[in-house]
């Protein structure tokens, strides 16, 4: 009776491994994927937010991009650059080869509707990109009301966690989608910047610290951003104002200029950071990774003072009467049209 035990135990251990390397062998095998060179017609594919490789990988093998969901989720399994697949519809050829197929998916280019929201645009901007792709004014206008920046960021709105990358939305998505798909981007980007531990090394709460990333990103070129992140916190520090021409033209709802007048400043805005002292209230734009980044990493120097004297040359300074000079020497150069577009 034992003996027949022990040898029932043997071929039912012997059946297991015969199966498991029959199974292995069916997922492995070319039969499994469709063969090179044979593409049918283009189809458009619609990829969710937050879909997992075995998703992607039903989702064509539905549409007959590939043979077989198992070869498509083998090769995103061994390929890092699938972690990159952007959510949104791409248009793709079917009978595709699970390499082939991820290759087209990683083309921005095949993108249906890519919308490319850059690095510094205002929310209100952001709403006439949007806007100009198929969702209503109404629609946008009242999402972008109710939206709230991600926990543990306190602003008067969304400004300033609309990220700014390229993105693509099925069709039919809600406007309130959209926003929430790009306040995730935000704190995935966040996250790896490590804002919150950032912010307390800074003695700034982390929102402190997208509010002075965009004025950052308003203020300057990338070259000079850890620069100028370092003069607003000097400014802080000392208890001057900030000064800073771009928050007054987001107080007054004005884009398209680069200077304000004298009428301007008189603006009765918390924004008015000639009036009022401190930080805004909030982002006047929304920053990219480099703003952020800086304004966590802010140069080592002890300059008040900054101007971008002609486009490219930004100056910087702990003496007011050299920043005056410049600041005549940008007069001049802006009188005689450096700054025009």
Same mark, same amino acid.
């Given at each position: 009776m034992t003996r027949k035990r022990g040898v029932l135990t043997v071929i039912i251990s012997m059946s297991l491994i015969a199966g498991l390397f029959f199974g292995v062998r069916q997922y492995l095998h070319p039969a499994f994927d469709f063969p090179t060179g044979t593409p049918g017609v283009e189809v458009?594919?619609?990829?969710?937010? $937050?879909?997992?490789?075995?998703?992607?990988?039903?989702?064509?093998?539905?549409?007959?991009?590939?043979?077989?969901?198992?070869?498509?989720?083998?090769?995103?399994?061994?390929?890092p650059r699938a972690m990159n697949i952007q959510p949104g519809s791409h248009r793709i050829s079917t009978h595709l080869t699970a390499k082939n197929a991820l290759a087209q998916l990683l083309d921005r280019g095949r993108m249906v509707g890519l919308i490319n929201i850059t690095e510094g645009m205002r929310s209100s901007e952001i709403l006439k990109v949007l806007?100009?792709? $198929?969702?209503?004014?109404?629609?946008l206008a009242s999402a972008y009301a109710n939206a709230r920046p991600?926990?543990? &960021?306190? !602003?008067?709105?969304?400004? $300033? &966690?609309?990220?700014?990358?390229?993105?693509?939305?099925?069709?039919?998505? !809600?406007?309130?989608?959209?926003?929430?798909?790009?306040? %995730?981007?935000?704190?995935?980007?966040?996250?790896?910047?490590?804002?919150?531990?950032?912010?307390?090394?800074?003695?700034?709460?982390?929102a402190q610290i997208v509010t002075v990333?965009?004025?950052?990103?308003?203020?300057? %070129?990338?070259?000079?951003?850890?620069?100028?992140?370092?003069?607003?916190?000097?400014?802080?520090?000392?208890?001057?104002?900030?000064?800073?021409?771009?928050?007054?033209?987001?107080?007054?709802?004005?884009?398209?200029?680069?200077?304000?007048?004298?009428?301007?400043?008189?603006?009765?805005?918390?924004?008015?950071?000639?009036?009022y002292p401190g930080l805004p209230p909030g982002p006047i734009d929304n920053p990219g990774q480099k703003a952020?980044?800086?304004?966590?990493?802010p140069a080592t120097g002890s300059w008040l003072y900054f101007v971008t004297v002609k486009p490219g040359d930004?100056?910087?300074? !702990?003496s007011e009467s050299q920043f005056f000079k410049?600041?005549?020497?940008?007069?001049?150069?802006?009188?005689?049209?450096?700054?025009?577009?």
């Open positions: 458009v594919v619609a990829i969710p937010t $937050g879909a997992t490789g075995a998703d992607m990988a039903h989702i064509l093998a539905k549409e007959k991009v590939i043979k077989t969901w198992q070869a498509f989720f083998k090769q995103a399994s061994i390929d806007r100009k792709t $198929g969702w209503t004014l109404a629609d991600p926990v543990g &960021y306190s !602003s008067p709105t969304a400004e $300033g &966690y609309l990220f700014p990358a390229s993105y693509s939305f099925a069709q039919g998505v !809600s406007a309130i989608k959209v926003f929430q798909t790009m306040m %995730d981007r935000f704190r995935r980007e966040a996250t790896s910047l490590n804002i919150v531990e950032g912010a307390k090394i800074l003695s700034l709460s982390p990333a965009s004025l950052v990103q308003g203020e300057g %070129d990338p070259a000079d951003f850890s620069k100028i992140a370092r003069v607003i916190l000097n400014r802080l520090s000392d208890g001057m104002n900030l000064q800073l021409d771009t928050t007054v033209l987001y107080a007054l709802k004005v884009t398209g200029r680069i200077r304000v007048t004298n009428s301007d400043l008189h603006v009765a805005s918390r924004y008015n950071t000639y009036k952020l980044s800086a304004a966590l990493n930004t100056r910087f300074t !702990s410049w600041k005549t020497e940008y007069e001049r150069n802006y009188r005689a049209g450096a700054f025009k577009p």
